[in-house]
């Protein structure tokens, strides 16, 4: 049973426009959520979180929006930049502060010149 | 400040051997988890280490153990490998057990099991 969904395996969007990277989940019990990027051999890198009390949280070209009653968060990457091509994972974390970050499959982002 | 690392980076194996993997966590960070992430499953949390106590566990089966010391370094170990264990394997440390406390990933081990 996945619990975290990222719906689209890929993306390709144009330099310079807006890239939405979309996540589902089913568990109510998440609290925190956050989206890693991850470029090949290489570790996933943090990107930027959202805690469940908000809707909305922004740094820099990255934003993510909380849409609690529809369990959908997404990622917003403006402008997007080629070296934004990427896998990015969505996660969520359990209430209580546990490590326990379930992944989803993560949507590969190319961003073309 | 040095980030995650994991030792070795690649790893090959073959069946029924066993492998031991090790993570060294951020300076300062008590909190170190691991994660398999193969291309049918995606990232699968394994365990999460805390003052070396086990804190959590996913659903893998009893083959894979882990430990972590007193110096916050951790080790994983998967005896009687299956070809199916091949995968990249994470290690992520954080500070503590809060919510809010971003969890840092190293590059991981891959390992190859023929």
């Known amino acids: 049973d996945q619990q975290v969904k990222q719906n689209s395996p890929s993306l390709s969007v144009q330099e310079g426009r807006i890239s939405i990277l979309n996540c589902d989940y089913t568990?109510?019990?998440?609290?925190?959520f956050l989206w890693y990027k991850k470029y090949p051999a290489e570790g996933p890198t943090f990107l930027i979180s959202?805690?469940?009390?908000?809707d909305k949280n922004e740094d820099g070209r990255f934003t993510v929006f909380l849409n609690k009653s529809a369990k959908h968060l997404s990622l917003h990457i403006v402008p997007s930049q080629p070296g934004d091509s990427a896998v990015y994972f969505c996660?969520?974390?359990?209430?209580?502060?546990?490590?326990?970050?379930?992944f989803g499959k993560g949507t590969k982002l190319t961003v073309n010149p | 400040k040095a980030g995650v690392t994991q030792t070795p980076r690649y790893l090959i194996k073959t069946r029924g051997q066993q492998v031991t993997l090790s993570c060294s966590p951020i300076?300062?960070?008590?909190?170190v988890s691991w994660y398999q992430q193969t291309p049918g499953q995606g990232l699968q949390f394994l365990f999460e280490?805390?003052?070396?106590?086990?804190?959590n566990k996913g659903n893998f089966p009893g083959r894979f153990s882990g430990r972590q010391f007193s110096n916050s370094r951790s080790e994983m170990n998967v005896s009687t490998l299956e070809l199916g264990d091949s995968a990249l394997y994470l290690c992520?440390?954080?500070?503590?057990?809060?919510?809010?406390?971003?969890?840092?990933f190293g590059p991981g081990t891959r390992l190859l099991v023929l």
């Open positions: 568990n109510s019990m998440f609290d925190y």
């Open positions: 280490y805390f003052s070396e106590t086990q804190r």
């Open positions: 300076s300062g960070h008590r909190s």
């Open positions: 996660a969520a974390r359990y209430q209580g502060g546990s490590e326990k970050l379930v």
């Open positions: 959202i805690s469940s009390i908000k």
């Open positions: 992520a440390s954080r500070r503590f057990l809060a919510v809010g406390e971003t969890q840092y």
